[in-house]
């Protein structure tokens, strides 16, 4: 008797030293800008969930994506490693092949091997299989469960981009051997109509000079060619709703034991075609009808961990892939319904631009059982989180892994105020961070690209500005402080070599 009792108790001080370890909940939205949330400083629009998040955590004030796109920054973010150091990672087709080398440690094989149940539900862009050719309606090697992922719920790259499919697993879902999927970026496959020949057909027109009007799907046009699988396209008004009940069931399923959970929401990326419920409320056109979804997924999700009694000893870290942009290829209302709101904030530029509107972003940690509500202004950056969590799981990173990643979980967890002493910034070209001053690398192209609306920050001349006094980058004082310029440009050029 007295054997089983100790045995149980050994059982139950067992289990209870296994759940102390926390969840963590990476929530990444795509394209969300610094000034794209009130509790940053919105004015024209509420995101009271988001905000709630902020108030009982960390809200970092200079916290960055490696970069001004999606595939470098989300590649950063897994593996530790600066995306521009491979030149060949850049915003991918639809039909890439996998980017991610299998093999090596990666944020989600880190919780792997820390005994944690790993999944990622919502947007991949990290390309899928080993050539861009490939068969659709088989299984698929070399995607999310390959790099470190025990399950996974994605789409394949953008919601802009052909396939639009969901996979779990390696399957694609409800596919249909009677009518199987094919598809083609170089030429056009099939019989459906193109937005470019039928835009009677479209319910969102595609913006002049953009693209965007190629295979039609559920009414919008997209970039790159697909036939086949009509019953396996989404809904693009379902896709957000699918994405958090799946994430949902992710909670529940791993609810007694710790798990870690990448949800990369598709909002406010192109197509903006929210949920019917969210068309028309934020006045804003549809850009902030999603964001208003977002800010409300979020809410689900803190709900559900309550539900699960789990709130308490989850870390969720929410944050955007790259800075904001309004027209990205659809006539969708962004700039006509603007309405004074300012996406970046106090920030010039924003999605693919070398100024902070590019890659300083939304940045929020919250864990009510370990953090005090509060706000920093650490320089971070999403790179960093491999080395950081490694040190929280306690694991050595072996060798040549994640040598970008720096420890800096005493800033995330609010008890060091600051964080990273450098960072690069990848907007179209090359910047570099030191003690608040940014210089920015000499580069042609157009200052301002008039498609999209935005101030590239390229420049022939070298730019150098001072952010602790300019945080909008309006003054360069590239020629004022030359031996600053050099300073910079040799740190730069020594961290490249590294
Ligand atoms: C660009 C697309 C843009 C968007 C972006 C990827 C054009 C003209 N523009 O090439 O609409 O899809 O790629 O965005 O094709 S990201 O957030 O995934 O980086
Ligand atoms: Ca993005």
Known sequence: ???????????????????????????????????????????????PNIDKLAQQGLRFTDAHATSATCTPSRYALLTGQYPWRD?????????????????????PSLFRQAGY?????????LGLGKETAKNWNKPIENGPNDVGFDYSFIFPATADRVPTVFLENRDVLALDSLDPIEVDYKKPIGNDPTGKDHPELLKMQSSPGQGHNQTIVNGIGRIGY??????????????????????????????????FLYFATTEPHVPRMPATMFKGKSKLGYRGDVIL???????EIMKELEAAGIAKNTIVIFTSDNGPVLDDGYQDEAVTKQNGHMPAGPLRGGKYSAFEGGTRLPFIVSWPSTIKAGVSDALM?????????????????????????????????????TGRNVLIEQGGSISIVKEGWKYITPSGGTAYDSLTGTETGNDKSPQL?????????????????????????ALLSSIKNK
């Open 1 to 47: 008797m007295k054997k089983i009792s100790f045995l149980l108790l050994l059982f139950i001080a067992a289990t209870c030293a296994a759940q102390q370890k926390p969840n963590v909940i990476v929530i990444c939205a795509d394209d969300l800008g610094y000034g794209d949330l009130s509790v940053y400083g919105a004015r024209q629009i509420s995101t």
């Open 87 to 107: 030149e060949s990672i850049r915003i991918l087709p639809g039909d890439a092949p996998l980017i991610i080398p299998t093999g090596k440690t990666t944020l």
């Open 117 to 125: 149940k790993t999944a990622i539900v919502g947007k991949w862009h």
């Open 226 to 259: 697909m036939s086949g699988g009509k019953k396996a396209r989404w809904t693009d008004e379902e896709v957000s709703l699918t994405f958090l009940s799946k994430a949902k069931e992710v909670i529940n399923a791993n609810k007694k034991n710790p798990f």
């Open 293 to 299: 979804q977002l800010d409300w997924t979020v809410g």
């Open 381 to 417: 950056c999403q790179v960093d989180l491999v080395a950081s969590f490694a040190r929280l799981l306690n694991i050595q990173l072996p060798a040549g892994n994640a040598t970008d990643s720096e420890d800096h979980l005493q800033a995330l967890l609010g008890k060091k105020p």
């Open 465 to 489: 500005y001072n952010l602790k006094e300019d945080i909008g980058e309006k003054n360069n004082l590239a020629g004022k402080y030359p031996e600053k310029v050099k300073e910079l440009e």
